[in-house]
C-alpha cells in the first residue's frame, strides 16, 4: 500500500511547538508523507512570546501550487491551519480546488483562538475569511472558540457540557449535513475532555473522550487535528481517528504538566510519538 501523502498548509514556527513543528513529525511517526507548504516562518508562535520576527511566504503559495501541479503530484489530503492574512486564505483555497479530486480529503483547522478569545493576529477580517475558506473543507476541526466563531454566536453560549448542545453545535457546523466536524474541548463529565463528532457518511454525532488534564498547553489543538488527519489518511473513521487523537493529547498533556514545561512551549510529544507509530502498526489501514 502506497504511503498516503498530505500536502499541509501551515506555518514554521522556530520556538514554542505548533503549527508544522507538530504537523510534520506526526505524521511522519504514523506513516503518513507530509508535503509542507509554509506559509510563514516566524521565530516563536505568537501567544506567550512578545516580539516574534515573520517573514511572510504567501508569494510561494501560488508558484508551490503551479509546480506541484504540473509535476502531476497528487495527494489523499490537504491539511490546513493557522493563517496570518486573507491572501494566504485566497491561496489556501487555489491549493484545494487544484488538487481536491475523489480520495482526498480537505481537513480545515479553523485556528482563530482559545478560551473565547481570538489571537493577537487574529483581526475579524481574517475570521470572516476563514468563515469562508471552512466551507471547502470534508473535515472541520473547531474547538469552543472557533466554533462560536464560525456560527457567529456568543462563546458563552457555546456551551459543550450536555450532549444535546454538542450535537446542536456539530449539525450546525456541518452545514446541513454537507462536511464532517470534530468538535474539541467537549467535556460531559468533570474528569474528561475530548470531541464530538459530525460524520457526513453516517448523519450521526459520536463522542470521543479522554482523562482530563487541567492545564492548558499551547498547541494541543495542533497536535489534536494532526493526528486525527493521519488517521483519517491511514483509513479510520472520523470517531476512530478523534479517539486517537484525544488519547494521545491526553497522553502528552499529562507529561508535560509532569516536567513542569513552560506553557508556552508547547506539549511535550516527541518522547511519546512511538505510540502513535505503534498504534497505526497494530491496526493497519483498513482502506
Ligand atoms: O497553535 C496555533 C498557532 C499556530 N501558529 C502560530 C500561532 C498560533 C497560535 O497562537 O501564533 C504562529
Known amino acids: 500500500m502506497p504511503t498516503p501523502r498530505v500536502a499541509a498548509i ?14 510534520s513529525p506526526v505524521l511522519s511517526a504514523m506513516g503518513v ?9 516566524l521565530s516563536t508562535h505568537t501567544g506567550g512570546f512578545a516580539g516574534n ?29 493557522f ?7 485566497a491561496r489556501t483555497a487555489d491549493l484545494i480546488q487544484t488538487f481536491r479530486r475523489p480520495g482526498c480529503q480537505v481537513i480545515v483547522d479553523p485556528v482563530m483562538g482559545d478560551h473565547g478569545r481570538p489571537y493577537r493576529t487574529c483581526t475579524p477580517d481574517i ?9 471547502l473543507a470534508d473535515v472541520v476541526t473547531p474547538n469552543r472558540t472557533e466554533a462560536a466563531l464560525l456560527l457567529g454566536m456568543d462563546y458563552e453560549d457555546v456551551r459543550l457540557d450536555r450532549e444535546a448542545n454538542c450535537r446542536r453545535w456539530c ?18 463529565t468533570a474528569d474528561t475532555a475530548g470531541a464530538a463528532c459530525f460524520d457526513r457518511e453516517t448523519g450521526q454525532v459520536e ?10 498547553f499551547h498547541g494541543t489543538g495542533d497536535l489534536f487535528a494532526s493526528v ?26 499529562s507529561r508535560t504538566k509532569e516536567a513542569g514545561t513552560p506553557h508556552r512551549e508547547g506539549v511535550d510529544f516527541e518522547p511519546l510519538l512511538w505510540r502513535l507509530g505503534q498504534q497505526m502498526e497494530e491496526n493497519p489501514c483498513r482502506s
Open 10 to 23: 501551515h506555518d514554521l514556527s522556530g520556538f514554542g511547538r505548533c503549527s508544522l513543528t507538530i504537523v
Open 33 to 41: 508523507q507530509c508535503c509542507p507548504v509554509p506559509t510563514a516562518y
Open 53 to 81: 520576527t515573520f517573514l511572510d511566504l504567501t508569494d510561494q503559495m501560488g508558484p508551490v501550487t503551479a509546480h506541484w501541479r504540473a509535476e502531476g503530484v497528487t495527494f489523499d489530503a490537504v491539511y490546513t491551519g
Open 83 to 89: 493563517m496570518s492574512s486573507c491572501e494566504q486564505m
Open 127 to 135: 475570521c470572516r475569511a476563514m468563515g469562508e475558506l471552512a466551507p
Open 171 to 188: 449539525e450546525a457546523l456541518s452545514l446541513e449535513g454537507r462536511r464532517s466536524v470534530a468538535l474539541t474541548g467537549v467535556s460531559l
Open 207 to 216: 463522542f470521543v473522550s479522554a482523562p482530563l488534564v487541567p492545564e492548558s
Open 228 to 253: 486525527l488527519t493521519g488517521a483519517l489518511v491511514r483509513g479510520r473513521s472520523l470517531a476512530e481517528a478523534a479517539e486517537l487523537a484525544a488519547a494521545f493529547v491526553s497522553q502528552c498533556a
